[in-house]
């Protein structure tokens, strides 16, 4: 049976006559039994429709299930995900058209565009779960859509320590360090467990500090009193700037922080980030790296993006007077998180 015509009509049952979901659900049901002499399951069907109107459709389920991490889509009918007992593929009954606008329902709660002039974007879902999707002609033919989850749960050193992700002597050292007013720097590879850990880490702030973070797309989920989180925004058809990292560390510096947050250190604001913590703000962020000296490696590359005057001399001695620590986490074949090195940013590390 084809809902399509049902939806609309519960749609419809919304917006033109104020129903609820589950009433408008149920009226379109009604209606559509008394002209089709056909059994159908209604309570089924009124909990599909009413997900369809509320939730993100058939993905709903997938963002519901707290063991699922990550969700992408390649080509239509086909979804894939990882939980905690690895890669799945399952065959559904999904179009192109469908997925075309649930995607377009998920982009309104950002207000960020998807079109043949913006092919690619970034952005938050209501749960805080990140989207990613790019389009035709920049993907061969179809939408390629990843969706990143991120737990509810905010987890603390001490619950690291419990799950195994932490010695007892990293956490100390790591707790002891914050309250210290250390720069600290996460790397690790994808999944790896960075922004958690980075979240966790800022647990450890002290209520008076003022933390200003900086992110690509909202991510980091803090209960702190003084906190102002920004994200970029990219350029639009109707003539907005680009507002890129580089511009928020910029504003960030204005907003009288104790504590500087960047979500990922990734391009050109990584020389921004260097000078910031130099000046004595003390900071913390990620970075995508295979082990610590690779992360001191790729610190001592991204500024150069920022501008041909930068020079390796200068970064040197920069990166060891504004980076302290830098955690390095790795994920398993199981997929079990763990934090592999705390590397103390030293001179020698850097000849």
Same mark, same amino acid.
């Given at each position: 049976m084809q809902i399509?015509?049902?939806?609309?009509?519960?749609?419809?049952? +919304?917006?033109?006559?104020?129903? *609820?979901?589950?009433?408008?659900?149920?009226?379109?049901?009604?209606?559509?039994?008394?002209?089709?002499?056909?059994?159908? $399951?209604?309570?089924?069907? =009124?909990?599909?429709?009413? @997900?369809? %109107?509320?939730?993100?459709?058939? %993905?709903?389920?997938?963002?519901?299930? #707290?063991?699922?991490?990550? @969700? /992408?889509?390649?080509? #239509?009918?086909? @979804?894939?995900?990882?939980?905690?007992?690895?890669? !799945?593929?399952?065959?559904?009954?999904?179009?192109?058209?469908?997925?075309?606008?649930?995607?377009?329902?998920?982009?309104?709660? *950002?207000?960020?565009?998807?079109?043949? %002039?913006?092919?690619?974007?970034?952005?938050?879902?209501?749960?805080?779960?990140?989207? !990613?999707?790019?389009? #035709?002609?920049?993907?061969?033919?179809? /939408?390629?859509?990843?969706?990143?989850?991120f737990s509810k749960h905010r987890l603390t050193i001490q619950e690291m320590v419990d799950h195994g992700t932490l010695s007892k002597n990293q956490a100390e050292t790591l707790s002891s360090a914050v309250k210290a007013g250390k720069s600290i720097l996460v790397s690790g590879a994808t999944q790896a467990g960075k922004t958690t850990l980075l979240t966790a880490l800022l647990r450890e702030v002290d209520e008076s500090e003022r933390v200003v973070s900086c992110e690509d797309t909202f991510e980091l989920s803090l209960e702190h009193d003084d906190w102002v989180a920004m994200q970029t925004r990219p350029a639009s058809a109707e003539g907005s700037l680009e507002i890129g990292?580089?511009?928020?560390?910029?504003?960030? %510096?204005?907003?009288?922080?104790?504590?500087? +947050?960047?979500?990922?250190?990734?391009?050109?604001? =990584?020389?921004?980030?260097?000078v910031a913590l130099n000046s004595g703000i003390p900071g913390m962020g990620t970075i995508h790296a295979r082990s610590a000296r690779g992360a001191i490696e790729k610190l001592l590359t991204l500024p150069l993006l920022a501008g041909e005057n930068i020079t390796d001399r200068f970064l040197r001695p920069t990166i060891s007077s504004a980076i302290d620590l830098?955690? !390095?986490?790795?994920?398993?074949?199981?997929?079990?998180?763990?934090?592999? $090195?705390?590397?103390?940013v030293a001179n020698e590390n850097l000849a």
């Amino acid at each position: 049976m084809q809902i399509a015509p049902i939806l609309e009509r519960s749609r419809q049952l +919304v917006r033109q006559r104020g129903f *609820s979901p589950s009433e408008a659900a149920q009226l379109a049901i009604d209606e559509y039994v008394e002209l089709a002499d056909l059994p159908i $399951e209604e309570i089924q069907l =009124a909990e599909q429709i009413e @997900i369809e %109107l509320t939730g993100f459709g058939l %993905l709903q389920r997938y963002l519901d299930d #707290p063991l699922i991490e990550e @969700i /992408w889509i390649n080509r #239509p009918n086909q @979804i894939h995900y990882f939980s905690a007992s690895g890669h !799945h593929v399952e065959s559904v009954s999904l179009s192109q058209e469908t997925i075309q606008n649930l995607i377009r329902r998920m982009l309104r709660h *950002s207000r960020r565009k998807l079109d043949r %002039l913006t092919p690619y974007v970034d952005a938050d879902l209501p749960d805080g779960s990140r989207l !990613h999707v790019v389009i #035709p002609e920049i993907t061969r033919q179809n /939408w390629a859509i990843n969706i990143r989850k991120f737990s509810k749960h905010r987890l603390t050193i001490q619950e690291m320590v419990d799950h195994g992700t932490l010695s007892k002597n990293q956490a100390e050292t790591l707790s002891s360090a914050v309250k210290a007013g250390k720069s600290i720097l996460v790397s690790g590879a994808t999944q790896a467990g960075k922004t958690t850990l980075l979240t966790a880490l800022l647990r450890e702030v002290d209520e008076s500090e003022r933390v200003v973070s900086c992110e690509d797309t909202f991510e980091l989920s803090l209960e702190h009193d003084d906190w102002v989180a920004m994200q970029t925004r990219p350029a639009s058809a109707e003539g907005s700037l680009e507002i890129g990292l580089r511009e928020l560390v910029r504003q960030a %510096l204005r907003m009288r922080p104790t504590r500087l +947050v960047i979500g990922e250190v990734r391009g050109a604001e =990584a020389l921004d980030l260097l000078v910031a913590l130099n000046s004595g703000i003390p900071g913390m962020g990620t970075i995508h790296a295979r082990s610590a000296r690779g992360a001191i490696e790729k610190l001592l590359t991204l500024p150069l993006l920022a501008g041909e005057n930068i020079t390796d001399r200068f970064l040197r001695p920069t990166i060891s007077s504004a980076i302290d620590l830098i955690v !390095h986490c790795e994920r398993d074949s199981e997929g079990r998180r763990k934090v592999s $090195e705390v590397l103390e940013v030293a001179n020698e590390n850097l000849a």
